[in-house]
């Protein structure tokens, strides 16, 4: 199989990570992957703020976390599953209650993307720009996670740590490392194709 088609199908979310640095020559790669994703009138809107100290990760893992129950707590975790219909939501809301790190899974490497805020297309834009850096992190064997509720670092007490300006908005955080786990492929819906 040609490898770019062996990294769409062998690509995991990852939430486990072995206690190894991520060279910064293999990051810069990974920015170099993101920054090559097609924008919206060629905007390139995204910047990235890459988070490596291992003690801020899990601070901001903690205080991300801490908000996410507070959310449970006023939804419900009934009201939630509804409204998310997604098996992920679910098991990371009963992960919060059992593990350490929850958000960010002690990658060693956390990615924030982030477009202006007036950006039109930001959020779809990311969305292929993240998807280059985890096809890219694949191929030079390590292993990455979207995560969605790294959005909610805007409203963490140390967010100010991330200088993000104000006039910018979070997207989404990917995690990067080594990975510790090999999980089954989700199976794939096929019927959601309509031929004319
Ligand atoms: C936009 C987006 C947000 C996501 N947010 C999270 C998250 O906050 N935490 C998490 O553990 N996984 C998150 N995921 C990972 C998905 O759960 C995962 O991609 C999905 O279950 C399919 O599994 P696979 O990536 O191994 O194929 C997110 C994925 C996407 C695309």
Redesign the pocket.
Known sequence: MQEILKNIYE???V?KYKDMPVPNDLIDILLDAGRMAPSAMNHQPWKFYVLTNAKKIHTFSKEIAHLAIKEIKQYGIKELAKMTLSH?HLS?MIDFLQNEDH?F?GAPVVIFITTPKADEWGALDV?MCAQNIMLAAKAMGLDT??????RYVTDTPDYFYLNIPDTEQVH?AVIAGYGNEQ?E??ERMENNAVYL
Do not use: Q
């Open positions: 690509r995991r979310a939430r992920f990371t958000i899974y969305g996670c979207p995560v969605g509720f790294g989404l999980p492929p989700h």
